[in-house]
T-cell receptor, first 116, second 112 residues
Framework: AQKITQTQPGMFVQEKEAVTLDCTYD???????LFWYKQPSSGEMIFLIY??????QNATEGRYSLNFQKARKSANLVISASQLGDSAMYFC?????????????FGQGTILTVHP | GAGVSQSPSNKVTEKGKDVELRCDPI?????LYWYRQSLGQGLEFLIYFQGNSAPDKSGLPSDRFSAERTGGSVSTLTIQRTQQEDSAVYLC??????????FGSGTRLTVV
């Protein structure tokens, strides 16, 4: 069963605008962590932001914020003030359980294109 | 080392040959993971090591795939009798308690 769903194969945004990338997840474990990664055309995986299932506040890291809606099982990534360098593939991922180890399950990704 | 190192960066092999892919994790990272990424797709989990043991190898697609880790450090992913559908980028990651996951640059495998 698909545990991470990213429904937007591609997204376009104008430079300096904000964009939201959608992610929904499915788990019966009350303890889990949610991650977002950026993969530019070079292929490296760059960690962006993390949200724990018990975290009360939405995570923020610079221009990145995670809109965590636990009851809806969604963990959308918001990128504010988009830059041309934000053009890349973005992956949502989940780790189940209390431990900080364990496999990440990834979604299919969203290709973001930032237009000047 | 400073990052996760994978070798080779590119590998072209003939169908039916065996290949070995190597991952050298960040020093002190006890957990190591292998993923496979087909063109334009998400990352598919293969196997996870904690130290030298593999508590989760549920993602290995067939018995042609195996992996080992020695000394709690370097890991080797072996694919026997390669098939064209094995062509993909194989990514390795490592992590430590309380830390995040650091990925290597991957090995691009092409089976011709």
């Amino acid at each position: 069963a698909q545990k991470i769903t990213q429904t937007q194969p591609g997204m376009f945004v104008q430079e300096k605008e904000a964009v939201t990338l959608d992610c929904t997840y499915d788990t019966s474990d009350p303890s889990y962590g949610l991650f977002w990664y950026k993969q530019p055309s070079s292929g490296e995986m760059i960690f962006l932001i993390y949200q724990g299932s018990y975290d009360q506040q939405n995570a923020t890291e610079g221009r990145y914020s995670l809109n965590f809606q636990k009851a809806r099982k969604s963990a959308n990534l918001v990128i504010s003030a988009s830059q041309l360098g934000d053009s890349a593939m973005y992956f949502c991922a989940m780790r189940e359980g209390l431990t900080s180890y364990g496999k990440l399950t990834f979604g299919q990704g969203t290709i973001l294109t930032v237009h000047p | 080392g400073a990052g996760v190192s994978q070798s080779p960066s590119n590998k072209v092999t003939e169908k039916g040959k065996d290949v070995e892919l190597r991952c050298d994790p960040i020093s002190g990272h006890t957990a190591l993971y292998w993923y496979r990424q087909s063109l334009g797709q998400g990352l598919e989990f293969l196997i996870y090591f904690q130290g030298n043991s593999a508590p989760d190898k549920s993602g290995l697609p067939s018995d042609r795939f195996s992996a080992e880790r020695t000394g709690g450090s370097v890991s080797t992913l072996t694919i026997q009798r390669t098939q064209q559908e094995d062509s993909a980028v194989y990514l390795c990651a490592s992590s430590t308690q309380g830390g995040g996951y650091t990925f290597g640059s991957g090995t691009r495998l092409t089976v011709v």
